[in-house]
């Protein structure tokens, strides 16, 4: 019968950089990628991103999610949300629509929200111009 | 037509004892061919260049892992359909293309479903390998080498595998420097890595390289139990790539499971394809 490792049986497609691992490069993927080892690079994942607790990571990360447990230095520019848990150190800045910091957390850098920016107020000459077009209904 | 190759010394000669109800069952199903044997080392790549020239659709190899490693080797093209009829001591290659037993190959020949399949390439010191599945390097390999064949006695099969246990323990984890795709660099230090042929799924990617860091008492005891080599490896790591490179000297090597040398080694996706003839669940 054909075992557990058969090569037609392909897992999840995950990228995981486990705690013995070093690397310097740029890791690009579709699916999640884990980093429980070391990484100096850019990570750019159209999924989620997992800085796991004791990584050692010096990069700038794209993602739709980004959790932090472990250590980043370099810039978040998350679709949705970033998350930096208890033991989680970010030196660097978020770009994120959400953004949620657990007590304990360290976050040093600058925060801007996506898609939360308020229309710019008019000023009181267009709202004068705006008034001037309405016509009136009865002539 | 097809065309048989033979190696008579494959699982301890059970050829010898199956071969006459083999051919009436090849027959049967209306796909016998021509039937030769390998008398010694270096006669399976002539005899497989011989059915080529001959210009046989289909080459089928009957013997174990090595047999239709050599058989694979030398297959030059996707024109001409391979085959296998595992009678071997370790049938893994065709296990993995859905192929569970002789009989059974018998019938998945007749139905004759192929893929055609990219192939791996991997270059050593001792020259370039194709594979089909994967390529191990660290203590699988190392097993390979030191335990090639499985007993079939439940008793020495015990013993076997609590040998293979033994190589485990007296394993000292190594220190790999790799390099994936020229573009990432990186450093492990573990027990295994394997490098799976991945290149005919969804995958941007041909490569599915799977790191270790050592085994797990629970995976250890499955393995005694069973002797199914992938309960020691619990990967901790995967990475995915087309090109990859490993710098470290001396560390053991086996494609599709066979030990074949020892790194450095480079892994790429070799410039041919081969048509497979594959199970049904494949």
New interface residues.
Partial sequence: MAKKDDFFKMGSQETVIGHTVKLKGNLKSQHDIVIDGELTGDIDSESTVTIGHGAIVSAGIKAKNVVISGNLEGDIDAEISVEITQTGKVLGNIKSASLSIDAGAFFEGQSSMKGTKEPPLKTAAEVQNKDNDIKPFFE | MYYYIINPSAGNGKINKIQEKLKGILSNLGIAGEFVKSTGPGDIPKLTEIGIKKGYSTIVAIGGDSTANEVLNYMPNDKTAFGIIPVGKTN?LA??L?I?DWMEACQILAARKTRRLNIGEVVTASGNRYF???IAIGLEADIRKNFPSTPKQIVSKVKHNLGILKNSKSFNPFTMRFE?DK????????INI?I???SF?K??KAF?IS?Q?NVPKTEKIKFIKTG?L?YL?N??????GNHIYLKSNNISVAADDQYIGATPAEISIANKKIRIIVGS??
Avoid: C, R, W
């Avoid at chain 2, 573009?183 to 573990?190: P, R, T, Y």
């Avoid at chain 2, 990967?235 to 995915?240: A, F, K, M, V």
């Fill in positions: 893994t296990s993995s859905g569970p089909i599945n994967k994936i573009s990432i660099k990186g450093d492990f230090k573990g394997h799976t042929n991945v799924q995958s941007d599915m790191l860091e199914d992938s490896a990967h901790n790591s995967t990475l995915y669940i494949f």
